[in-house]
């Protein structure tokens, strides 16, 4: 796979779109050079799922522009989180992909967490990324718990499944071990961007993680960092905060 793709294990303060976005924007930087960046479940927001409702974001919203640009500039496809409006007054869990292009698109997490379910309601995914002739499935947190749909991922062609998440301690060995398990079954390269620190009430078990061909390599803690994969070069990189945590 000739990328190099990186996952952002950040923190959110909740329900400001503005300064995560900001933090998003000066992570993309440090990402100089990756072809891919995939942010946590609903980082633009945090996982709050109090707050969904009263900060819906469409790929129109002011706070994407900065990244939309550097998208642009970098030759950097960034996929970025938050609460995603449906066409029949719905909420998904979203993902905006900002594309080199200039284009944003959306996938809408499609198993929905039955904690989740008084907010959100289940979406119909989205199309496979290509990114340099790669093949890439997105998932959403829950949706990599379900074995079929990675698998669908990978016969459908996918060659990386990246998944933006919100994993606590209590739950990471068993949804860390099935990502693994994906990886070792459909030949495929999986990436997790898991969160740094506290949202929704939750603590993260951080420990973003990279799985292919026998590789098994990550961040080792919660702390902000970037985790960079490079052909078979693995790295860490430590994110220093532009906004200020509550």
């Given at each position: 796979?000739?990328?190099?793709?990186?996952?952002?294990?950040?923190?959110?303060?909740p329900?400001d779109?503005?300064a995560?976005?900001?933090?998003?924007?000066?992570?993309?930087?440090?990402?100089e050079g990756?072809?891919?960046?995939?942010f946590?479940e609903?980082?633009l927001?945090?996982y709050?799922?109090?707050?969904?409702?009263?900060?819906p974001?469409?790929?129109?919203h002011?706070?994407?522009e900065?990244?939309?640009?550097c998208a642009?500039?970098s030759?950097?496809?960034?996929?970025?989180?938050?609460?995603?409006?449906?066409p029949?007054g719905?909420?998904?869990?979203g993902?905006f992909?900002?594309?080199?292009?200039?284009?944003?698109?959306?996938?809408?997490k499609?198993?929905v967490?039955?904690s989740?379910?008084?907010?959100?309601?289940?979406?119909?995914g989205?199309?496979p990324?290509?990114?340099?002739?790669?093949?890439?499935a997105?998932a959403?947190?829950?949706?990599a718990?379900?074995p079929?749909?990675?698998?669908a991922?990978?016969?459908?062609g996918?060659?990386?499944?990246?998944?933006g998440?919100?994993?606590?301690?209590?739950?990471?060995a068993?949804?860390?071990?099935?990502?693994?398990?994906y990886?070792?079954?459909h030949?495929?390269?999986?990436?997790?961007?898991?969160?740094?620190?506290?949202?929704?009430?939750?603590?993260?078990?951080?420990k973003s993680?990279?799985?292919?061909?026998?590789?098994?390599?990550?961040?080792?803690?919660t702390?902000?960092?970037?985790?960079?994969?490079?052909g078979?070069?693995?790295?860490?990189?430590?994110?220093?905060?532009t906004t200020?945590?509550?």
């Amino acid at each position: 796979m000739n990328l190099t793709i990186a996952a952002a294990q950040t923190a959110s303060i909740p329900g400001d779109i503005a300064a995560n976005a900001a933090h998003h924007l000066a992570v993309a930087r440090l990402a100089e050079g990756a072809d891919l960046l995939i942010f946590p479940e609903l980082s633009l927001t945090g996982y709050e799922l109090d707050l969904a409702s009263a900060n819906p974001i469409t790929t129109a919203h002011p706070a994407l522009e900065p990244l939309r640009q550097c998208a642009r500039e970098s030759a950097c496809t960034i996929v970025a989180g938050g609460p995603l409006p449906g066409p029949n007054g719905e909420l998904y869990i979203g993902a905006f992909i900002c594309h080199p292009s200039g284009e944003i698109t959306t996938y809408a997490k499609v198993h929905v967490h039955s904690s989740e379910r008084h907010v959100f309601t289940p979406g119909p995914g989205g199309p496979p990324l290509h990114i340099k002739g790669v093949q890439i499935a997105l998932a959403i947190c829950a949706d990599a718990t379900f074995p079929e749909h990675a698998a669908a991922a990978a016969q459908a062609g996918a060659r990386l499944y990246a998944v933006g998440a919100m994993i606590d301690d209590a739950g990471y060995a068993r949804k860390s071990k099935l990502l693994e398990t994906y990886a070792q079954q459909h030949g495929i390269a999986v990436l997790l961007a898991n969160y740094s620190g506290v949202t929704g009430g939750e603590v993260s078990a951080g420990k973003s993680h990279f799985w292919a061909n026998g590789t098994s390599a990550g961040v080792e803690g919660t702390e902000e960092c970037l985790l960079i994969v490079s052909g078979s070069t693995v790295s860490v990189k430590p994110v220093p905060r532009t906004t200020h945590l509550p």
